[in-house]
C-alpha cells in the first residue's frame, strides 16, 4: 500500500491557468505537509497542517492555497499560475507525538508551466 | 531560530571510496535529526535518524552520530557504490512545533 500519494505525477499547463494537486496519505498522520523543490533540489516548505494549525511559509504567494477535506487529504490549489511555478511539488505527512518520528513523502508532482 | 547548513555539491566519488557530507545545525531546544536520500525521479525517503544526543543513526551502510558538542549531524559511509549516487539531504525537526527543516542537499554521483 502507497503511503503518500500524489496525483497527478506530471502537470503541463499555460500561465494563467487554475490547478490542483491532491494528496493523500493513508498513515493515520496528525500533519501534513507540502514542498517546492527547484531545479537545484532545493526543497523549499510551503505549508503545515493539522486540525488544529495551519503554518504558512511567508515567502508563498497567496495564489497557492493548501484545502483540506479531511485529515487524511491535503491537496493543493494553485491560482494565476506563473512560469515559476514550475517545479516538483511533494506532499508529506508525519506524526506529531513523539521525538523519532519522520516525515514520509509522496513521490512528486512535476508541474510545469507554459 | 531553527536551520540546516549542509555541505555544498556536487560531490563525485570512485567506487569503494570513502564518503563524507557534512551537517551542521541550529536549534532551539533539543531537536531531532535525520537524513534523507532522494534518488532520481522520485520522493525523498529517511534514510537514518537520531533522537538525542550521542546517538548514532544506521542504515544501508551509512551512520551519522548526532554530536550536540559541535551541533553536527555528518553523514559517512566507508565504500560506497555506484547505486548511492543520489541527492542527500540533511534535516532537523523541532519536536515541539512538529516542524522539519531541511539543508539544501547535496548531490553524490558515483562513478565505476
Known amino acids: 500500500d502507497t503511503a503518500v500519494s500524489q496525483t497527478p505525477k506530471y502537470l503541463v499547463t499555460q500561465m494563467g491557468n487554475d490547478k490542483s494537486i491532491k494528496c493523500e496519505q493513508n498513515?493515520?498522520?496528525?500533519?501534513m505537509y507540502w514542498y517546492k523543490q527547484d531545479s537545484k533540489k532545493f526543497l523549499k516548505i510551503m505549508f503545515s497542517?493539522?486540525?488544529?494549525?495551519?503554518?504558512i511559509n511567508e515567502t508563498v504567494p497567496n495564489r497557492f492555497s493548501p484545502k483540506s477535506p479531511d485529515k487524511a487529504h491535503l491537496n493543493l490549489h494553485i491560482n494565476s499560475l506563473e512560469l515559476g511555478d514550475s517545479a516538483v511539488y511533494f506532499c508529506a505527512s508525519s506524526q506529531d507525538l513523539g521525538f523519532s518520528y519522520e516525515q514520509y513523502f509522496g513521490p512528486g508532482t512535476r508541474l510545469t508551466v507554459t | 531560530g531553527n536551520s540546516v547548513t549542509q555541505m555544498e555539491g556536487p560531490v563525485t566519488l570512485s567506487e569503494e571510496a570513502f564518503l563524507t557530507i557534512n551537517c551542521t545545525y541550529t536549534a532551539t531546544g533539543y531537536p531531532s535529526l535525520f537524513w534523507y536520500v532522494q534518488y532520481p525521479g522520485e520522493g525523498l525517503q529517511l534514510l537514518l535518524k537520531?533522537?538525542?544526543?550521542?546517538d548514532k543513526g544506521s542504515n544501508k551502510g551509512f551512520e551519522a552520530t548526532y554530536r550536540k558538542e559541535t551541533t553536527s549531524f555528518h553523514l559517512e559511509k566507508g565504500s560506497v557504490q555506484v547505486s548511492d549516487s543520489a541527492v542527500y539531504f540533511c534535516a532537523l525537526r523541532d519536536v515541539r512545533r512538529n516542524q522539519f527543516y531541511f539543508g539544501t542537499g547535496t548531490s553524490l554521483t558515483v562513478i565505476p
Open positions: 497542517y493539522n486540525n488544529k494549525e495551519l503554518i
Open positions: 498513515l493515520g498522520h496528525d500533519t
Open positions: 537520531a533522537t538525542k544526543a550521542d
